[in-house]
């Protein structure tokens, strides 16, 4: 069985860091595309940031700068480093993975994605 689970996530004050961690298992992961998504009741599904098979990242507009994706492939871990955080930033945040054995182009788009965690919850207050 193929299983994502997140965590990592809290509440924290506007300005403040957070980083949440994916552990993946049942999935081959080193050659996988990887995202981290928010969403917010009321919204639809944000693509925040996402790295390729090789390492390539993407993000969206609204976290460049402030929010840095990474993975330890030999742990199976996806990362979301999230600085500077603000008000805005609050949202549900899943990972996922692209079921293809080799990605060579970080997605932004939840339609490219197979496999989804439960989600972690992030809140940043002003």
């Known amino acids: 069985q193929r299983y994502l689970v997140e965590s990592g996530g809290g509440s924290v004050e506007a300005g403040g860091s957070l980083r949440l961690s994916c552990k993946a298992s049942?999935?081959?992961?080193?050659?996988?595309?990887l995202g981290w998504f928010r969403q917010d009741p009321g919204k639809e599904r944000e693509g925040v940031a996402a790295?390729?098979?090789?390492?390539?990242?993407r993000y969206a507009d609204s976290v460049k700068g402030r929010f840095a994706i990474s993975r330890d492939n030999a742990k199976k871990i996806l990362y979301l480093q999230m600085n500077s955080l603000k008000p805005e930033d609050t949202a549900m945040y899943y990972c996922?993975?692209?079921?293809?054995?080799?990605?060579?182009?970080?997605?932004?788009?939840?339609?490219?994605?197979?496999?989804w965690g439960q989600g972690t919850q992030v809140t940043v207050s002003s």
């Open positions: 996922a993975a692209v079921n293809l054995y080799r990605c060579l182009s970080p997605r932004l788009s939840d339609v490219s994605y197979d496999f």
């Open positions: 049942g999935i081959t992961f080193v050659w996988q595309c």
């Open positions: 790295v390729d098979g090789n390492s390539i990242t």
